[in-house]
């Protein structure tokens, strides 16, 4: 695995739900029809997912 990277991010309550809302609902298929090939698709998804794990222990973890 790659060294991870910290990314800073300030968003408003309202641009962090939106953002959670759309991680809760992106799946492969998601990720497979925006990347390049198949390694960016894992790629993406697995980035969705720390996101989406950031918002949840931020407090925005949509249901």
């Given at each position: 695995?790659?060294?991870?990277?910290?990314?800073p991010?300030?968003?408003?309550?309202e641009?962090?739900?939106?953002?959670?809302?759309?991680?809760?609902?992106?799946?492969?298929?998601t990720?497979?029809?925006?990347a390049?090939?198949?390694?960016?698709?894992?790629?993406?998804?697995?980035?969705w997912?720390?996101?989406?794990?950031g918002?949840?222990?931020?407090?925005?973890?949509?249901?």
């Amino acid at each position: 695995m790659a060294e991870p990277v910290t990314v800073p991010l300030t968003l408003s309550a309202e641009e962090a739900e939106a953002l959670a809302q759309f991680v809760k609902r992106a799946d492969r298929d998601t990720a497979r029809r925006h990347a390049g090939d198949a390694r960016e698709a894992d790629l993406i998804y697995e980035a969705w997912i720390s996101l989406r794990t950031g918002l949840a222990e931020a407090g925005f973890a949509p249901r």
